[in-house]
């Protein structure tokens, strides 16, 4: 069993924890917290008892997520085939920690890996599908693309600069003629359709598995209303060969939406690749490989 991911990130611990329940949700004192296995960034959370968790932003910019979840996911998860966080109660900021914050109920599950699976290839056909589910959602009112979903399901064009700068300092790490073809070719492939519901990060560490089947998707803090080629990604960061296909084929989507996926995955693997470069060398190898895929992809069908 993996050791609990160490506690006191962001200024947060099971001690802070512990008082804000105390303070705010008496009916629940007493309860052990402790921290979770598999953490995220823009959240701690920590298990609540054995049927609940507490989930705290690390920074201001992950606030908006607060409510957004606790609104839209009860909304969502009717139409949804897979169990999405059901969130029980709203905290306040307290106990010299400044920002909302939420309990949720505890989803069993483990992390998507793909050491879990003998063929991927079921498994893309269901992240697949719960990706259209999540489309035909009624997006009436819904939070439409921008800053609060780190402008997932708006136009990679705001991440221009950035990839370009990415661009211009891996030279020699990355075949860049061919990538600045990838994105130049997500942004000529404007979005034009009706606004739909996307999640913003569908990736392996927001995917629960049990039994080798998707049992729930985790984390909507990237998710609102726009083009929903961000949700495209895991295209390349976890499937391969015929699981990838089987994904692509499941998904659907038009050349255009493939397009602007393509860039959407190469600005992040180029960003990371940055941080790997000299640092990391196995983390490298991985976004080079996503890079990679992602170029051989637009050689394909660009």
Partial sequence: MASPHPDGRAGIDAALVKRLIDAQFPQWSGLPV????VDGWDNRTYR???AMTA???TAAGYVPAVEKEHHWLPRLA???PVAVPPVLALGAPGEGYPYPWSVRRWLRGETAARAHFEDLSPF???VAEFVRALQRCDATGGP???????YRGASPAHYDEETRRCLAALGGHVDTDRARAVWDAALAAEWHGEPVWFHGDIASGNLLVEDGELSAVIDFGTSGVGDPACDLVIAWGMFHGESREAFRTA???????????RGWTLWKALLNLTGFVGTDPERADDELRVIEAVLADHDRFG
Avoid at 34 to 37: D, I, L
Avoid at 144 to 150: D, N, Q
Avoid at 251 to 261: E, I
């Fill in 34 to 37: 402790t921290p979770v296995e």
């Fill in 48 to 50: 609540l008892g054995d």
């Fill in 55 to 57: 989930r705290l932003p």
């Fill in 78 to 80: 009717p139409t949804l």
């Fill in 124 to 126: 893309a056909v269901q």
């Fill in 144 to 150: 439409l693309a921008g800053e609060h979903s780190w």
């Fill in 251 to 261: 998904v659907g989507q038009d050349a255009g939406t493939w397009a602007r996926a």
